[in-house]
């Protein structure tokens, strides 16, 4: 139980494009969900906090009108990256909350 | 301002060894202290976690050590494998603030065969 699901996986896209990642709890609900961004070799950075029905909640420093975060169910919430640049490449995980967190397995992003 | 840190930064160990890893946390609000593995090109799995009611919690190879007072907590992994290479992650969070886990930097262990 408790998986979590992103897709896609990889998706490579030309730069002023927007991308949208979709991330699902596939065999429970989930109120909360989060995303976060992944540099090689670094610890994750938590992006925003998406609870269902409402408005996510972005950690300082990251722009809320370029990472658009949508969590219109308990099962899926989704990250546009809008107007990407090379520098938004990163790998992207999204995590699930059910008194703990459990993540999906990550999209990588490439942007030329 | 790094509220949970980790180390050592990396770790090769012998197979069949012990590989143990420390983190320590600042604030005393947290009360849920879990350890994630994480493969390259994958997302972080949960391996074990702890609450500070126990001092330690153990789940067949990996044992979490909690020591309150100190605020510190430590990850042995015993009888370690190659299969057990990867980047371990300590995270800290307290109730409120919808679980918001408070990570340390990460180390990546090596498991030579």
């Known amino acids: 139980g408790a998986v979590v699901s992103q897709h896609p996986s990889w998706v490579i896209c030309k730069s002023g494009t927007s991308v949208k990642i979709e991330c699902r709890s596939l065999?429970?609900?989930?109120?909360?969900m989060f995303w976060y961004r992944q540099f090689p070799k670094q610890s994750l950075m938590l992006m925003a906090t998406?609870?269902?029905?409402?408005?996510?909640?972005?950690e300082q420093g990251v722009e809320k009108d370029k990472f658009l975060i949508n969590h219109a169910s308990l099962t899926l919430s989704t990250l546009t990256v809008t107007s990407a640049h090379p520098e938004d490449s990163s790998f992207y995980i999204c995590?699930?909350?059910?008194?703990?967190?459990?993540f999906g397995p990550g999209t990588r992003l490439t942007v030329l | 301002q790094q509220q949970v840190k980790q180390s050592p930064q990396s770790l090769i160990v012998q197979k069949g060894g012990i590989s143990i890893i420390n983190c320590a946390y600042e604030?005393?609000?947290?009360?849920?202290f879990p350890w994630y593995q994480q493969f390259p090109g994958k997302g972080p799995a949960l391996l074990i976690a702890?609450?500070?009611d126990v001092s330690e919690k153990k789940e067949g190879r990996f044992t979490i050590s909690f020591n309150k007072s100190a605020k510190q907590f430590s990850l042995h992994i015993m009888d370690s494998q190659p299969g057990d290479s990867a980047t371990y992650f300590c995270?800290?969070?307290?109730?409120?603030?919808?679980?918001?886990?408070?990570w340390g930097l990460g180390t990546s262990l090596a498991v030579n065969p």
């Open positions: 995270a800290a969070s307290s109730d409120g603030n919808n679980r918001k886990l408070i």
């Open positions: 702890i609450r500070p």
């Open positions: 604030n005393t609000a947290f009360d849920y």
């Open positions: 998406s609870n269902e029905g409402s408005k996510a909640t972005y």
């Open positions: 995590s699930a909350s059910a008194n703990e967190q459990f």
């Open positions: 065999d429970f609900q989930a109120t909360t």
